[in-house]
């Protein structure tokens, strides 16, 4: 009787001796992951995912002629993964402790199964719960789907965006600055960042070029152009879950 074949192809050699530096080495991922996990709101879990990518990268690139142990090779590339993650997932901004708390409390309310069943009697209930009002709560909403660089023609983000700007009335009966005055607070370079990267989705780099800066102050010009917006904000009560109030019940002691 003949033999039946193998259901499992043999590997190319490049691939094979890839998978055996990523089994070897992916204890090298666990603890910069942990770092760079305790230096920011990102899950350890994710951060641990993205390292993994960064070690399969560097499996690839490594070539024994190189005389440099793997390790030290793959460090780099994981690192740089991660890094690169946050630059481009975290929060632009660093919130006070006590908004990032409620949005937090928020961004763990909002996957409530209730909302999928009965959405209006959902959010006047988690609302309460959390503290806020219905209106404050879809402003938190928002803020979550506008506290991370997204692609603005992108449908999905369009329609959550438009939704959630005409199913409250409340919203726009309270005054309130528009972006293009808000804009007009920066400085011309800071103006010309915060828009161009946040409004027209321009990457670091790309924008860099343009103004002839490097990515980094890019960033640094990002940074301090949120801030400044948020400070402005905060300043026109237009911040959900400051007012000193609610001080008690919209966030846990910890």
Request: net charge positive; aromatic share 4%.
């Amino acid at each position: 009787m003949a033999p039946s074949p193998s259901c499992h192809q043999t590997l190319p050699p490049a691939a094979a001796r890839r998978n055996r530096r990523v089994e070897q080495y992916r204890g090298v991922v666990r603890p910069l992951a942990l770092h760079y996990a305790r230096c920011s709101r990102e899950s350890f879990e994710d951060l641990l995912q993205v390292g993994l990518l960064g070690l399969i990268r560097a499996a690839e690139l490594y070539k024994e002629e190189r005389r440099t142990p793997f390790e030290a090779f793959a460090r780099p590339h994981i690192r740089g993964a991660i890094l690169h993650y946050l630059r481009d997932a975290a929060p632009m901004v660093r919130l006070p402790r006590r908004q990032a708390e409620l949005q937090e409390r928020f961004n763990r309310l909002s996957r409530h199964p209730s909302l999928l069943e009965d959405p209006g009697r959902a959010i006047t209930l988690l609302s309460g719960a959390l503290g806020v009002t219905p209106a404050e709560w879809r402003r938190l909403e928002l803020q979550r789907l506008l506290a991370r660089p997204a692609n603005l023609d992108d449908p999905s983000f369009l329609e959550a965006v438009a939704s959630q700007t005409t199913s409250e009335p409340c919203l726009r009966e309270e005054p309130g600055p528009s972006a293009a005055m808000l804009l007009e607070l920066l400085d011309p370079r800071t103006k010309l960042v915060v828009r161009q990267v946040v409004l027209a989705g321009w990457s670091y780099r790309r924008l860099g070029r343009q103004m002839d800066v490097s990515p980094m102050t890019v960033k640094r010009l990002l940074h301090k152009g949120l801030e400044q917006l948020r400070r402005e904000l905060d300043a026109r009560g237009l911040t959900p879950g400051d007012r000193p109030d609610r001080g008690a019940s919209a966030a846990q002691g910890c």
